[in-house]
Every structure is written in structure tokens, then in C-alpha cells.
């Protein structure tokens, strides 16, 4: 593949990130809700579209990461199965209907972006289960110093596309693109996130059902019991 291909590629891929997650974390919409961070608090469980588990929870934070992830983030728009699967029948809001989330396949991810570059070997980008597995951690049971370093600089501890090497020649990525680093997912702008926002996030995702999703050994599978 010659550079410009590349180029053309990660600029295609990173312009369809930007268009569906473009409102994520936008600071217009966080600089207005922190004028009252208790109604962001309470709005984060009136649109929580799912039932929590709040055993040994943080109110305030489960609430606020539920705002965070499905008011201004709009994380299970990629952490579904994808769009056919994303709203119950009669409840998808891009036909005019009243916006009905499907539970059985939210923030369980699985939604698959295709090949990252234009070649018949290149590997699929498929988002993560967030659903915490049956220990109760998010993510299929990242601790939450994993989470925050995910956020802040993109780790993918799952290795799923390691870089090209001699060794390693197939399901790879080859330069320029670090496969060290989750691909797709706008982490850039994550890291900008506060502490206690992830913090929050953290928690909210940890309060979500768990997505048992495809058949082990899948990095999508969670053992939910």
C-alpha cells in the first residue's frame, strides 16, 4: 500500500469517527450542564435506557455517567451491534419514532466498521463489550486504573491488532498506524476528560446489565454469571 492510500484511509475512517460521535463530550453541551451539576445528575437517570444496579453504587456518579455516556456522549451509537440492531422495533428515532434503545444489545457492542485499510488482509474494527462481566467491573472486567488509561491514551489491552512484524504478518497493522492503540474510538478527545468524569463514566458503566454477547474465546464475549 503506498502512503498516500494510507493517508487516505486513516483521514476516511477519522472523518466517519468524527461524524458519529461528533457531539461527544461537546464542551457547549458540558459548560451549560455544569451550571447545575445536580440536574445532570437527575437527567442521567431519567435517560438511562436500561435498569441499574445500584448495589454499593455512587448515586451522584452513576447519574452523571449515565449523562455523560447517553446524553453527551452517545456511546452505544458505536457500542452496539450496529444501527439494525440498536432500537427496538417502532422505536428508532431516524424514521420519526419515538426513540426506544434495544436493551439486549446496548453498550454490548459488536458493531463492525470494516476494514481499517483498503486491502484484502486488513483487519476489522469491531467496538468492545463496555457491559461489566460477572466480578462486576465494566469492559469485561477492566479495573478502573485500565479504564482511565484506555481513556487517556488509548491502550488496547486486548491486543487484537498488534503492529506488522516479522512475526506477526497477519490480522496486523503496519505503519503508520500504531496497533498498540485502540482504533476508531475518539479516545484523543476522552483524554480530555476530567478525573471525575471517568470516574463517573466508570461507574455508570458498572451499574449497566451485562451483554453476554458471542461465544468465548470472542474478546466480545462477558461471563455474566
Given at each position: ?6 493517508a ?16 461527544t463530550?461537546?464542551?457547549s ?9 445536580e ?11 436500561v ?8 448515586r451522584?456518579?452513576?447519574g ?6 447517553n446524553?453527551s ?9 450496529g444501527?439494525?440492531a ?9 424514521f420519526?419514532?419515538?426513540t ?6 446496548y ?10 485499510l483498503p486491502?484484502?488482509d486488513?483487519p476489522?474494527?469491531?467496538?468492545r ?6 466480578t462486576?467491573l465494566p469492559e ?6 485500565q ?6 491514551t488509548?491502550?488496547?489491552?486486548d491486543?487484537l491488532?498488534p503492529?506488522?512484524?516479522a512475526?506477526?504478518?497477519t490480522?496486523c497493522?503496519?505503519?503508520?498506524f ?7 474510538m ?16 466508570y ?10 454477547g ?6 466480545l464475549?462477558?461471563?455474566?454469571q
Amino acid at each position: 500500500m503506498t502512503r498516500n492510500q494510507l493517508a487516505a484511509s486513516s483521514l476516511a475512517l477519522g472523518a466517519l469517527a468524527a461524524f458519529l460521535c461528533f457531539t461527544t463530550f461537546s464542551p457547549s453541551s458540558h459548560v451549560k450542564a455544569q451550571d447545575n451539576p445536580e440536574s445532570r445528575i437527575e437527567r442521567g437517570f431519567e435517560i438511562a435506557p436500561v435498569p441499574l444496579n445500584m448495589e454499593g453504587k455512587d448515586r451522584g456518579l452513576v447519574g452523571l455517567g449515565s449523562y455523560l455516556v447517553n446524553a453527551s456522549g452517545g456511546c452505544n451509537d458505536c457500542h452496539s451491534a450496529g444501527p439494525q440492531a440498536e432500537y427496538l422495533p417502532g422505536g428508532n428515532p431516524y424514521f420519526g419514532q419515538p426513540t426506544k434503545i434495544n436493551p439486549a444489545t446496548y453498550l454490548g457492542g459488536g458493531r463492525d466498521f470494516g476494514p481499517l485499510l483498503p486491502t484484502p488482509d486488513s483487519p476489522h474494527i469491531v467496538s468492545r463489550n463496555l457491559t461489566p462481566d460477572k466480578t462486576g467491573l465494566p469492559e469485561g472486567g477492566h479495573t478502573f486504573d485500565q479504564f482511565r488509561e484506555i481513556l487517556r491514551t488509548g491502550v488496547d489491552f486486548d491486543h487484537l491488532h498488534p503492529p506488522c512484524s516479522a512475526g506477526q504478518t497477519t490480522n496486523c497493522l503496519p505503519p503508520p498506524f500504531d496497533g498498540n492503540k485502540l482504533q476508531i474510538m475518539p479516545w484523543p478527545e476522552y483524554q480530555s476528560l476530567t478525573e471525575h468524569d471517568i470516574r463517573a463514566i466508570y461507574e455508570y458503566l458498572s451499574a449497566v446489565p451485562c451483554i453476554e454477547g458471542p461465544p468465548a474465546p470472542s474478546v466480545l464475549h462477558n461471563d455474566c454469571q
